[in-house]
C-alpha cells in the first residue's frame, strides 16, 4: 500500500522559516510527479505547489517566491522550503500524488505561523 508521510511541521513566527519532508514508500517515486497542499480551518484545501516526476516546479501565486518545492529521489522523499511566513500561511500542509487517478494524501502536518 502506498504510504506518505509528512514532517517539519511547527510553530514558528511570522517572518521564519520550515522545511517540510514527505517520505513516499511503495511507489516509483523518482517517476512519481508530487503536490503539495494546504488547508486551513474553514477553508478548502488548495494547491500550494507541484513537481513532476523531472524536476520541473509550479506554485500557487501566494506562495511564489517564498517557498520551493524540491525532491531526492534516492530517498524517496519531496521538500516543500518555506522561507517568509506569514500568519495566513497556517494550516496543515498535506503532499499528495495521484496513481491511476486515485488521489493519495499523507496524514498532514500542522504549520502555524504566529504573528
Known amino acids: 500500500q502506498v504510504q506518505l508521510v509528512e514532517s517539519g511541521g511547527g510553530l514558528v513566527q511570522a517572518g521564519g522559516s520550515l522545511r517540510l519532508s514527505c517520505a513516499a514508500s511503495r511507489i516509483r517515486f523518482s517517476l512519481t510527479g508530487m503536490r503539495w497542499f494546504r488547508q486551513a480551518p474553514g477553508k478548502q484545501r488548495e494547491l500550494v505547489a507541484t513537481i513532476s516526476s523531472g524536476g520541473i516546479t509550479d506554485y500557487a501565486d501566494s506562495v511564489q517566491g517564498r517557498f520551493t518545492v524540491s525532491r531526492d529521489n534516492a530517498k524517496n522523499t519531496a521538500y516543500l522550503q518555506m522561507n517568509s511566513l506569514k500568519p495566513e500561511d497556517t494550516a496543515v500542509y498535506y503532499c499528495?500524488?495521484?496513481?491511476?487517478?486515485?488521489?493519495?494524501w499523507g496524514q498532514g502536518t500542522q504549520v502555524t505561523v504566529s504573528s
Open positions: 499528495n500524488v495521484v496513481l491511476i487517478g486515485r488521489d493519495i
